[in-house]
């Protein structure tokens, strides 16, 4: 379809939707079971007359989730949820090709992001689909009389639910918000293997460095960390994972990792990769003892893992080495590294997760966002979990996609396994 009439966007340039009309075509293989919810969508039209904001990392798997909410009837404008995550030749064909109205550019700077988020908002969402809460955050703040044409909103990352737990405490979240994060069938596999696998593929676009032999140094060992540490153990780097968790810390030693302070794992390290969600997770005192020419790098969470102010305050100079890789001349001799500005590595450099773990999270996004319409008006304000059997029906339709069959309980294991008396 070719829409002709003038759309309101922001773009980097339409001429590049054919390469992005080709590039979501191929994604849209590795995402049988976003498709077939679009399907249904496209009959039952669920979001007819909704408006709806999403922010969202435009790439081409995310072009299929608002390609799906657009079939199901909604009027939808997408935003990026990161100034330089989005693909412009996705962003265009959305436009040219599906008319929906799309603002980001790869590499916007601060203001045009925080531009995008009140255009957002000023589309009057009855549904925000978010990832990080900016969007959230920034309605609950500054536009409080717009919650009333609000049915819901959907959260994709573990950030976003943190902030969204601490509105919650605060009194401020006072609608419905569905915690997408936290369906098995999305942090299991995006955040553990999406980040394990394209965060070692954003620091070897930027840097082609070769990790077998490298010391790895993984910040948190949570889902993202474990995937990237198990990850960078498979290309033959030694890992070295760094915790604040007693419990996280004996999975990481049992996993086989040795555990080691931040401080004692600093000078030891040759790429260092953040993944907390957590502030200065990296500082000066770290970069101080660092290796010379150590590279570091972040894919948890905006650009605040890595105290960037304290390198760029101690800097002699900066210089572009590559693209998205920049080495900070220290004034104590020696220099550090930094990939992406500091923000996430593997979409900044490389093209976020592959498309077939986005599948299943933003099936959970799309059936999150079915369950707010569906549920309208009888939701409690916090934060709802996937219900479960939406979570095992989207693992069923996945192992299905993948012509996987598991065995069902017999009738005889199904007594046993609901009777306590036969230990014996
Ligand atoms: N790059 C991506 O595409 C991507 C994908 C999914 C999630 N994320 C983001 O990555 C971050 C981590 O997500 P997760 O699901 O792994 O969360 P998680 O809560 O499972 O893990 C975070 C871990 O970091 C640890 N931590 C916190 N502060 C620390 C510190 N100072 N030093 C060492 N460890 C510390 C915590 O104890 C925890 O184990 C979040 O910000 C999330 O939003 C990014
Ligand atoms: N290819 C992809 N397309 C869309 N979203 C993705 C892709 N890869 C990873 N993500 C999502 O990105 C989320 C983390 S993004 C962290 C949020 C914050 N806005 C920031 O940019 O710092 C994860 O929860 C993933 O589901």
Known sequence: MTVTAPLKHEVKDLALAPLGRQRIEWAGREMPVLKQIRDRFEKEKPFAGLRLAACAHVTTETAHLAIALKAGGADAVLIASNPLSTQDDVAASLVADHGIAVFAQKGEDAATYNRHVQIALDHRPNIIVDDGSDVVAELVQHRQHQIADLIGSTEETTTGIVR???MFKEGVLTFPAMNVNDADTKHFFDNRYGTGQSTLDGIIRATNILLAGKTVVVVGYGWCGKGTALRARGMGANVIVTEIDHIKAIEAVMDGFRV?????????????????????????EHFNVMKDGAIVCNSGHFDLELDLKYLAANAKEIKDVRPFTEEYKLTNGKSVVVLGQGRLINLAAAEGHPSAVMDMSFANQALAVEYLVKNKGSLAAGLHSIPREVDE????????????????????????????????
């Not at 080691?260 to 000066?284: C, Q």
């Not at 029906?393 to 309980?409: P, V, W, Y």
């Open 260 to 284: 080691l302070p931040m401080a004692e794992a600093a000078p030891h390290g040759d790429i260092f990769i953040t993944v907390t969600g957590n502030k200065h997770v990296v500082r000066g």
């Open 164 to 166: 969204l737990r601490a």
């Open 393 to 424: 029906e989207i693992a069923r339709l996945k192992l299905q996609a993948m012509g996987i069959f598991i065995d069902s309980l017999t009738a005889d294991q199904i007594d046993y396994t609901n009777s306590w008396q036969s230990g014996t």
